[in-house]
């Protein structure tokens, strides 16, 4: 079974920054489009920013200007910078990815085990 192992959550001041990392826990074949999700307390999981293999993007309003999505597709890691952060960012941070673990089969979507984002002083 594919897991997705994600990195880079923590706490922060406002204005600060901080760089979130997912990549699957083992080898496996093509990852298609992958994204970043959130979920604070008491809210429904939201999009936070995706990306498909070819580069296309998409980000909440929230965010935009100051998150950057990118990924490496040799290692089927996606990124997502958070640069001026706000205590409204505060959630927990899933990463979502569409993989295809073999050659031949359909591909599947993950979600990761989720890091913990505070940003406060």
């Known amino acids: 079974q594919v897991q997705l192992v994600e990195s880079g959550g923590g706490l922060v001041q406002p204005g600060g920054s901080l760089r979130l990392s997912c990549a699957p826990s083992?080898?496996?074949?093509?990852?298609?489009?992958m994204g970043w999700y959130r979920q604070a307390p008491g809210k429904q999981r939201e999009l936070v920013a995706a990306?498909?293999?070819?580069?296309?993007?998409n980000y909440a309003d929230s965010v935009k200007g100051r998150f950057t999505i990118s990924r490496d597709n040799a290692r089927n890691t996606v990124y997502l910078q958070m640069n001026s952060l706000k205590p409204e960012d505060t959630a927990v941070y899933y990463c979502?990815?569409?993989?295809?673990?073999?050659?031949?089969?359909?591909?599947?979507?993950?979600w990761g085990q989720g890091t913990q984002v505070t940003v406060s002083s």
């Open positions: 990306i498909t293999r070819g580069g296309t993007i």
């Open positions: 083992r080898s496996i074949f093509m990852t298609y489009s």
């Open positions: 979502n990815a569409d993989i295809q673990d073999r050659p031949i089969g359909a591909p599947v979507g993950y």
